[in-house]
């Protein structure tokens, strides 16, 4: 059974600071998402990943894979108030049909 | 493009009802997905579809939930009868059968059950 474990689950920082959000898996994949939520709102796409070394980046997120280690990270650059948000990774069982599991979030919230 | 539809976007009911979901993907997406969401969880996958075929349901309790795809399009999500545990946000989401999409997912904006 893969499992995804997201850490920290709860994240308040200050505006201008700098922060990584970590997300381990536990079974072989090859596929790896980032999605952000807001408040009461649906789940937005925000980086996929495919391949070992992989490195995206969207403003001030950067998101990496190493499917060695099968981690991942959401690295946020000097947050914004406008960042505040729970973030998701999941993962994709490699094997064809690319069923996803999602980590439990990370709830982010940037202080002005 | 228009994107995942879903509706109701509220339900309140008793427990013991039945309650359905409707959700309409993006035209053209063969992959459709229904999660259960918690709060204060991550979303929780139900059942995936691929075109009018199940793929996964896994994680669906059988004994009161149902799902189908007719014609590949549209589908619906019934809980039947609903329990207390059942209150949650019920996410539809759907994704390309082409390489270069990598099925990523676009969701819809929910449906929120409340079981009293």
């Known amino acids: 059974e893969l499992k995804v474990e997201q850490n920290p689950l709860f994240l308040s920082m200050q505006e201008g600071k700098n922060y990584t959000i970590y997300c381990n898996y536990s079974t072989t994949s090859d596929r790896l998402y980032w999605y952000r939520q807001d408040p009461g709102k649906s789940l937005e796409s925000l980086f996929v990943l495919l391949s070992n070394g992989a490195v995206k980046q969207e403003g001030r997120l950067m998101a990496s894979l190493d499917t060695k280690a099968r981690l991942s990270t959401l690295h946020i650059t000097a947050a914004v108030h406008d960042l505040s948000a729970t973030y998701f990774c999941?993962?994709?069982?490699?094997?064809?049909?690319?069923?996803?599991?999602f980590g439990r979030g990370t709830s982010l919230i940037v202080h002005p | 493009e228009a994107g995942v539809a879903q509706s109701p976007r509220y339900k309140i009911i008793e427990k013991r009802q039945s309650v359905a979901f409707w959700c309409n993907p993006i035209?053209?997406?063969?992959?459709l997905y229904w999660y259960q969401q918690i709060l204060g969880q991550g979303p929780k996958l139900l059942i995936q579809?691929?075109?009018?075929?199940?793929?996964?349901d896994s994680q669906l309790p059988k004994d009161r939930f149902s799902a189908e795809r007719l014609k590949g399009v549209d589908s619906t999500l019934k809980i039947q009868p609903a329990k207390l545990e059942d209150s949650a946000v019920y996410l539809c989401?759907?994704?390309?059968?082409?390489?270069?999409?990598?099925?990523?997912?676009?969701f819809g904006p929910g449906t929120r059950l409340t079981v009293l």
């Open positions: 035209s053209g997406h063969a992959t």
């Open positions: 989401a759907s994704s390309s059968r082409l390489a270069t999409d990598y099925n990523e997912q676009f």
């Open positions: 999941a993962v994709a069982r490699s094997g064809g049909s690319y069923i996803p599991t």
């Open positions: 579809f691929q075109n009018n075929g199940v793929v996964d």
